[in-house]
């Protein structure tokens, strides 16, 4: 087992930020994990890198304690935080050969030429950090998670910043390590999840709301959902769409068009054609959608 947390909880003054977690993740899984911004996500995770303590429970990292082994923790894991504190001044090359120091790699050269040529790095290599673009930096901290070749990687919101093309690659990379490494990773990209997870956890004000894989978690929440895309002929308000009773989300798509969410027991055909009645328009096209994980996510962490 690579990772288990038991019991784990964070306190800052009155608040928890991380309310007795448990959950374990077995070698080779990519797991996704999920919630809303302050659910206690990157609290969880630098606590599993070491970098702050738990107030109570455990923490262990390839059989270990992390409270009680935390440089061999580090040592053998790979973790990109949240922010990616770089060094600017640094070239590319420079900064990685400064890792690789710190970790006292052999063949530091080789190791890395391949970092940089698995991270898309290699033309940006001689140029100093302080002048890549965000994406570009974005790359450089997952080349240092790299620089050690962890057995575990814990990568918080890997793909922020990056444009559709070097989101794609990166993910092509990320599935890539799931072959021999176990990888935790935060992401508010749903479709990154989905392409890239075997299995999901959800956290939502400090408390795991869901484990288990996208499949199962969409079937699950899928017979509860009531959504539809709908089109209007008309221009209509978004905003008066919203205060429809029973209709919970309402998100704008193209040509009038809209995906709705509403409660379980509204008929939400039946609120929508009385809407269209009212303000003088008609419905164009209407159908249902199947349950997505980012509806699913909604669900379980929507504040009640």
């Given at each position: ?202 956290i939502n004000n400090g408390k795991i709301v869901a484990d288990d894989d996208v499949t199962s978690l969409k079937s699950i929440i899928g017979n509860e959902s009531n959504a539809m895309i709908v089109r209007f002929r008309d221009d209509i308000s978004i ?66």
């Amino acid at each position: 087992m690579s990772i288990l947390v038991e019991n784990l909880t964070k306190i800052y003054g009155s608040q928890k930020a991380v309310d007795s977690i448990s959950f374990s993740i077995d070698a080779g899984e990519i797991v996704g994990f999920l919630g809303p911004n302050g659910a206690g996500k990157s609290t969880t995770m630098k606590i599993l890198s070491g970098f702050i303590p738990a107030s109570s429970g455990t923490a262990e990292v390839l059989g270990l304690d992390v409270s009680k082994n935390e440089l061999e923790v580090k040592r053998k894991i790979g973790y990109l935080p949240e922010l990616n504190p770089l060094y600017n001044d640094m070239y590319v090359s420079e900064y990685l050969q400064f890792n690789a120091n710190m970790y006292r790699i052999k063949n530091a050269k080789e190791e890395i030429n391949r970092i940089i040529d698995v991270t898309g790095l290699t033309l940006e290599r001689k140029k100093k950090i302080g002048q890549l673009s965000k994406g570009y930096k974005q790359r450089v901290g997952i080349a240092q998670a790299l620089i050690n070749d962890p057995d575990v990687l814990i990568l918080d919101e890997p793909t922020s910043g990056l444009d559709p093309n070097q989101m794609t690659e990166i993910r092509q990379l990320i599935v890539s390590l799931g072959k021999d490494k176990t990888i935790l990773l935060s992401t508010h990209i749903m479709q990154e999840v989905e392409a890239m997870c075997n299995r999901v956890i959800i956290i939502n004000n400090g408390k795991i709301v869901a484990d288990d894989d996208v499949t199962s978690l969409k079937s699950i929440i899928g017979n509860e959902s009531n959504a539809m895309i709908v089109r209007f002929r008309d221009d209509i308000s978004i905003n008066d769409l919203r205060k429809q009773k029973g209709i919970e989300s309402v998100k704008e798509r193209i040509n009038n068009s809209f995906e709705i969410v509403a409660s379980e027991k509204v008929n939400l055909p039946e609120v929508l054609f009385k809407y269209a009645l009212e303000n003088n328009t008609i419905i164009l096209e209407q159908k249902e959608v199947s349950s997505s994980l980012e509806s699913v996510f909604q669900r379980l962490t929507k504040d009640v």
